[in-house]
């Protein structure tokens, strides 16, 4: 399957501000993944501490 010829048949243009748009899926993609492990980690409660006495 060739995605340059699907894009271009469906936006009209390969390329964003110069640059493919290859670049902007993958940095999209990492985003979406910073973003998600961001939430995973906020959204965590903290151990309790054991206190040995």
Do not use: E, H, R
């Not at 995605?3 to 993958?26: A, P, Q």
């Amino acid at each position: 399957m060739n995605w340059t010829m699907l894009w271009m048949n469906l936006f009209g243009t390969v390329s964003f501000w110069g640059i493919n748009m290859g670049f902007w899926v993958g940095m999209a993609a990492v985003l979406l993944i910073a973003v998600l492990m961001n939430v995973v980690f906020w959204s965590l409660t903290p151990k309790k501490s054991v206190q040995i006495s």
